[in-house]
């Protein structure tokens, strides 16, 4: 579905952009991975999806706080693929603490990771996509780009700013074949729910089962993680033929969560 096509997921070296990344191979999309991690392993991850893809894939380990890492990182992507047809903006970090703990230069990091670092990839594959009149962007955002939680005040304002970027970027790019769209997962088990258990705990006065009973699944009336498949399988669609005319959206993937 996906050949000839080349993707930049920022943040792929593991969970959803692991995920979104193995997906978009598989439908044969080259690919461009991005993200921190142990170096043997995340060659072992771009070799392994060459080799059972039959795809090119690359890596580029640029820093997403940083943007002239990052608009070096798409320059080499259009010059080693020709072209970025898909930007998958996923890099994200958490913390947990109420606001008047809340460091600054944790606020600093979530805000140049998982807002700022969409706008530089933007701007920097924007060009290029509108000349070629196609490109397909998909903001991995967050249930709490459309609710908020307590004690998550800088990435509730992060993922917020991502989906009124979706929205610009939509209205931008839709006279050039360029669609921007928001996808909005409820909780995922991934190593960045995992870490953010501990902290909630503590912030709540809970046990960290309570945490995951009481708070992570209680948001959800399924009662259920949502899968990382099912978040890459939605990407691999808005990264498609058929998508053309959805622009400007958010995709809640939440169990049920915001319809409350
Ligand atoms: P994860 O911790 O498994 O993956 C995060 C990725 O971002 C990793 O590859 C990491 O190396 C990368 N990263 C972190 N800082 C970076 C930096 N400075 N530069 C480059 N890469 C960096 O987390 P995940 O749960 O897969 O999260 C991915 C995205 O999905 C995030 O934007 C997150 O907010 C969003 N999301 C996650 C959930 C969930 O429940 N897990 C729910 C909604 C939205």
Known sequence: MLKGKSAVITGSTSGIGLGVAKALAANGADIMLNGFGDAEEIEEIRASLERDCGVRALYNGADMTKPDHITAMIAEAEESFGKVDILVNNAG???????????IEKWN??????????????????????????????????????VASPFKS????????????????????????????AICPGYVKTPLVEKQIPDTAKA?????????????LAAQPTKKFVSVEDVAALAVFLAGPNSGSITGAAYQIDGGWVAQ
Do not use: W
């Open 93 to 103: 970090i958490q913390h947990v603490s109420p606001i008047e703990d809340f460091p």
């Open 204 to 216: 709540r006065g809970m046990t960290e089962e309570e945490v995951v009973q009481k708070v992570i």
């Open 154 to 181: 800088a990435y509730v304002a992060a993922k917020h700013g991502v989906l009124g970027l979706a929205k610009v970027t939509a209205l931008e790019g839709a006279e050039h074949g360029v669609t921007c769209n």
């Open 109 to 146: 990091a979530i805000i140049a990771i998982n807002l700022s670092s969409s706008f530089h990839t933007i701007r920097a594959a924007f060009p290029g996509m509108k000349a070629r009149k196609f490109g397909r962007i998909i903001q991995i955002a967050s249930a709490h780009a459309l």
